[in-house]
């Protein structure tokens, strides 16, 4: 299983990115996805997660209002999209599948694809 994100970019703050995350080889439909990321010097965070069944999201306090999770499956593919960007939100965005209960449990996160930059001036 193969997971790459990209979308990533340099942006004003109060700007907007898509990011993508696309599947590749043997996948599962039961598995969720989710959006992680690190700022240089930080803990790994979450950020965003979607179930296998794509009917509940799930999103950290700092991004809710703001980002939004969703998916394709017949592309393989998930989401992040971010809006009214904050110079904070400036982390490499990492995507995983989930298999699990807790889609805020960075243990149950597996198939950690290569991340993509979001920097966001001030």
């Known amino acids: 299983v193969q997971l790459q994100a990209s979308g990533g970019g340099l942006v004003q703050a109060g700007g907007s990115l898509r990011l993508s995350c696309v599947a590749s080889g043997r996948t599962f439909s039961w598995w969720g996805m989710g959006w992680f990321r690190q700022a240089p010097g930080k803990e790994r965070e979450f950020v965003a997660a979607?179930?296998?069944?794509?009917?509940?999201?799930y999103y950290t306090d700092s991004v809710k209002g703001r980002f939004t999770i969703s998916e394709d499956n017949a592309k393989n593919t998930v989401y992040l999209q971010m809006n009214s960007l904050k110079p904070e939100d400036t982390a490499v965005y990492s995507c995983a599948a989930h298999v699990g209960s807790n889609y805020y449990a960075l243990d149950e996160y597996h198939y950690w694809g290569q991340g993509t930059q979001v920097t966001v001036s001030s």
């Open positions: 979607i179930s296998w069944s794509g009917a509940r999201q």
